[in-house]
């Protein structure tokens, strides 16, 4: 059943009529709209919220198996078709400046989407079709030159080109595509949902990057797809489109969203239910006496005489780069408090991350990458970068477990407590991996590596949910006109993953020249610093909702 654009109209009258109309009228019509769309279904169905969230997780599963994936043969691809080293940097730092310049904007232009399938689904699609793209061009791209250019000397050039645009292409859409999915989850579910929503974001994370660089570890060569296809890489192309194409299908089937109409007069909201919609955050508005969107919200009778629609100037405007700007800069103190402490805990964490395999082959096992392919020092090297990639493992899966463990000290230890021990384990394991490299030592205390990465996950865009959670109740308490300055979930979100990539460019620019000064174990006691400094952040500086 679909609440159509005339019975709208025939619920909320215009806004001259509602002006003279009396104040018993106004709540006996807004009842009469609560209750026609009462009538609709748009119930959250108490039974199979779980199955739903979990599907909605699959795209993090995906996303993370393709991030495994990355990780694992990026560098070996680089090197194979002859990247020159001074080019490494620019690799990295294209695809984090291009986000940290387009991401808020794009977060933005999803808050005020009015496509028919809804605002975030269609940013996820195409951020997903980019990422599809981008693999396909760095695993693939020496075959594909190689079957198209004849000549050598132009085979070379043409083939870092295409590997050096699938890197960045991937990269950029693999770190733009979190903000959408989180805040498509923030859309869709009620208060309670979004919390285990988010558990099962970092349960799937930790999942799909474990089962990611467990595929990377085995040798396909001398499986039958790898005598079939032309190399290693295009066997594992295979594997991860397939598994991020189906995660991808399922995540976007998993929960409709509930799409905005605007009209040429005044701008309304025409809230589409019909029975696919079985899954909404509508109820809880229900419930609250009003019917909200990013873009519009029609209050109905939260203050006697006021049943206020928003104007179509004051809605449907799409920010500019200046005014997107604006709004990053005048947000409010907590909001920019927890982008600090988001940004502290990813510089810690990709500090540590981005060597640490490096780091086991040159200090852990005392190998070197620049022997000698044929001698000991560069194969004790390699050993060591194997073992590594088992260390990258348990962190994913430790992660897994931790996102379940989350929920058991929620409600003991609370979002603070949670946010806390997060960076403090992170920051003494990482010291004492630098102090003390021993293999054992630092494969155990890897576990502690996938506690911040949980942490990263989730406790940051839960309170993103419990700040606007908080402003809506206040909004609603004191009676204020519903559309009025009215931050949107997409661009807080995307300023958050936004620090992801502030993060990579600070790294990128700075600790490239102190690797090349002190050696890798500078990235692990770098880590613990900037973890502990973080610590404190957190402890001080951040705001917790009571």
Known sequence: ?????????????????????????????????????????????????????????????????????????????????????????????????????????????????????????????????????????????????????????????????????????FDFAADFIDGPIKAYLFDVCSHQDKEKGLHYHALFTGLGGALGYLTGAMDWGQTVLGYSLASEFQVIFFFAALVFLICLTIHLRSIPEVPLRYENEETKLLLEVTESYKYSSIEEEIKNGYLKSTCTEIKAAAKPGQCAVTSRTEDQRRMTLKSLLKTLSSMPSHYRCLCVSHLFGWMAFLSNMLFFTDFMGQVVYQGSPYAPHNSTLYLTYKTGVEMGCWGLCINAISSSVYSYLQKILLPYIGLKGLYFIGYLLFGLGTGLIGLFPNVYSTLALCSLFGVMSSTLYTVPFHLIAEYHREEESLRLQYGEQPGEHRRGKGIDCAALTCMVQLAQIILGVGLGLLVSIAGSVVTVISASMVALIGCCFVAFCVRFVE
């Open 1 to 169: 059943m679909t609440l159509t654009e005339e019975n709208f109209h025939g619920a909320l009258p215009p806004a001259s009529e509602m002006a003279k109309a009396d104040v018993d009228s106004i709540r006996e019509k807004a009842e009469t709209l609560l209750q026609s769309v009462t009538r609709t279904g748009a119930v959250v169905p108490k039974k199979g919220v779980v199955g739903r969230l979990v599907m909605h997780s699959m795209a993090m599963f995906g996303r993370e198996f393709c991030y495994a994936v990355e990780a694992a043969f990026v560098t070996p691809v680089l090197l194979t078709v002859g990247l020159p080293k001074h080019l490494y940097s620019l690799v990295w730092l294209i695809s984090p400046i291009l986000g940290f310049m387009l991401q808020p904007v794009v977060g933005s232009a999803s808050d005020h989407c009015t496509c028919s399938w809804g605002r975030r689904r269609p940013y996820i699609l195409g951020l997903g079709i980019i990422m599809l793209l981008g693999m396909a061009l760095y695993l693939n791209g020496d075959v594909m030159i190689s079957a198209v250019i004849h000549e050598r000397d132009n085979q070379r050039t043409w083939a870092i080109v295409v590997t050096m645009l699938g890197v960045v292409l």
